[in-house]
């Protein structure tokens, strides 16, 4: 089978090298891809317009769709109009992660739980209701906003300059409407699960590290590391998960004729009242693809497929490992501000001799010479029997590479790292 992946981030380059390893795949291209991803797949310039004909005239026989904006946008929708399988949902699913406001109603109607809250479309109704909330208060953006798009302001004042900051465009046509959340405390953890619209199988559960800084510090990135499993969903709460938010979710959406298909990744606040949805992301993570793919030894292009062709419940459900993967980002210096392009990487090869994976996201080719292109730039990534023994891999690896124009956290994993102290004591 020919395979299409669309994406260019750390995330493509891990499902990259996994469907590499598929016995039923003939070809992987990818699009626009990157240096790391071209060691699997014959990367092909095609303007985004252009990727269903592609996809016809190459006889693709499953296209993956790697992150949320060309979903929301309906690439998935044009693929299957012209019968063509396709890994992700359709734009109207893909809602659940292009509108909080439509996740936070669904919410409701199919009594999931999660945090209080109201939508508003203009900033003066939105002021009015800040005292219901209390503070600190959770203001977010009801469109995609790159994961910048929610602010947690602890003052009155602070709330208000939110709002206004939204509705006067600060975060694009994506605060064009604001949803405002009662604010939950707990510890937060993402679970995947993949859904053909009617069975749901999960697919692992990882934690991240939002802060650019160790000790968790700093402005909030993309994720500067993350680890797989998250200890902390326990296989008791994770059925609770499986029965209390994701199967009302995947139901829903299904008898409201909104059938989901693809990936559904749920980022949890396990509160004292027991978990609850913060928000659902329509694709895989990224970082945490990078982790879950180092526990996946399965078929990844026959998984996909069979999701794509609503066969879950025929097929046996796909395991992860019971290893620990742990990854690290290392960044252009800079960032999560403006990163520092064009800084020359070596050490890739000599980081992956002891079974540690160099997964690629910003980089580009200059005369032959691999350098920096973005924001995240490596995500670092190594296995072992217990996060310390993956971490300590991990790490191991990242001071084999040369990169003197980046940075990464010296501390990923070191929650797990305590818990799993603590159960040895
Ligand atoms: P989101 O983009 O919705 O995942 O929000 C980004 C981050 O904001 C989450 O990872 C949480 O750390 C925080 N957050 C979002 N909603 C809430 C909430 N209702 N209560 C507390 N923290 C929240
Ligand atoms: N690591 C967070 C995300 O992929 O949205």
């Known amino acids: 089978m020919k395979v299409l992946l669309i994406g260019s981030g750390g995330r493509e380059h891990a499902l990259a090298w996994k469907l590499a390893q598929s016995p039923r795949l003939s070809k992987l291209y990818a699009?626009?891809?990157?240096?790391?991803?071209?060691?699997?797949?014959?990367?092909?310039?095609?303007?985004?317009?252009?990727?269903?004909?592609?996809?016809?005239?190459?006889?693709?026989?499953?296209?993956?769709?790697?992150?949320?904006?060309?979903?929301?946008?309906?690439?998935a929708d044009r693929l299957r109009e012209q019968g063509i399988l396709v890994f992700g949902p359709s734009a109207a699913a893909a809602q659940l992660e292009g509108s909080k406001g439509f996740t936070k109603d669904l919410c409701r109607r199919a009594n999931i739980p999660t945090a209080d809250y109201a939508r508003f479309s203009d900033a003066v109704s939105a002021k009015a209701a800040l005292p219901r909330f209390g503070l600190p208060v959770v203001i977010k953006a009801d469109g995609l906003a790159a994961g910048k798009g929610v602010v947690i302001p602890t003052t009155a004042e602070e709330a208000e300059a939110a709002i206004d900051d939204m509705f006067g465009g600060g975060f694009g046509g994506a605060g064009a409407e604001v949803v405002i959340e009662e604010f939950m405390t707990g510890e937060e953890a993402s679970f995947f699960a993949l859904t053909d619209g009617t069975t749901i199988v999960p697919f692992g559960s990882a934690q991240d590290h939002k802060?650019?800084?160790?000790?968790?510090?700093?402005?909030?990135?993309?994720?500067?590391?993350?680890?797989?499993?998250?200890?902390?969903?326990?296989p008791a709460l994770e059925r609770q998960v499986m029965d209390e938010i994701i199967a009302p979710t995947?139901?829903?959406?299904?008898?409201?004729?909104?059938?989901?298909?693809?990936?559904?990744?749920?980022?949890?606040?396990?509160?004292?009242?027991?978990?609850?949805?913060?928000?659902?992301?329509?694709?895989?993570?990224?970082?945490?693809?990078?982790?879950?793919?180092?526990?996946?030894?399965?078929?990844?292009?026959?998984?996909?497929a069979d999701v794509a062709e609503a066969r879950l419940a025929e097929v046996a459900h796909p395991e992860l490992a019971d290893r620990?993967?742990?990854t690290v980002v290392m960044?252009?210096?800079?960032?999560?501000?403006?990163?520092?392009?064009?800084?020359?990487?070596?050490?890739?090869?000599?980081?992956?001799?002891?079974?540690?994976?160099?997964?690629?996201a910003g980089t580009a080719l200059a005369d032959g010479v691999l350098v920096a292109a973005g924001g995240?730039?490596?995500?670092?990534?190594?296995?072992?029997?217990?996060?310390?023994?993956?971490?300590?891999?991990?790490?191991?690896?990242?001071?084999?590479?040369?990169?003197?124009?980046?940075?990464?956290?010296?501390?990923?994993?070191?929650?797990e790292v305590e818990r799993e102290s603590a159960r040895v004591a």
């Open 31 to 75: 699009t626009p891809g990157n240096p790391g991803i071209a060691a699997h797949a014959e990367l092909v310039d095609i303007e985004p317009h252009n990727i269903v004909g592609f996809a016809r005239e190459e006889n693709i026989g499953l296209v993956v769709i790697g992150p949320e904006q060309p979903l929301v946008e309906g690439l």
């Open 250 to 304: 995947v139901a829903t959406m299904a008898a409201e004729g909104v059938p989901y298909s693809g990936v559904l990744y749920a980022g949890l606040m396990l509160t004292a009242e027991g978990p609850k949805l913060i928000e659902y992301n329509c694709r895989f993570g990224d970082p945490e693809t990078q982790v879950l793919m180092a526990r996946f030894d399965g078929d990844l292009v026959t998984l996909l």
């Open 376 to 415: 995240r730039v490596l995500a670092v990534t190594a296995t072992g029997n217990s996060v310390a023994q993956a971490q300590q891999a991990a790490y191991a690896a990242v001071d084999r590479i040369d990169f003197p124009t980046g940075f990464c956290r010296h501390d990923i994993g070191w929650r």
């Open 331 to 360: 960044a252009a210096n800079g960032y999560p501000g403006t990163p520092a392009k064009g800084g020359a990487i070596g050490g890739i090869a000599q980081a992956e001799q002891n079974g540690a994976r160099v997964f690629q």
């Open 211 to 234: 802060r650019v800084g160790d000790g968790d510090t700093g402005p909030n990135t993309g994720g500067m590391g993350a680890y797989s499993p998250a200890s902390i969903l326990t």
């Open 324 to 326: 620990v993967a742990l």
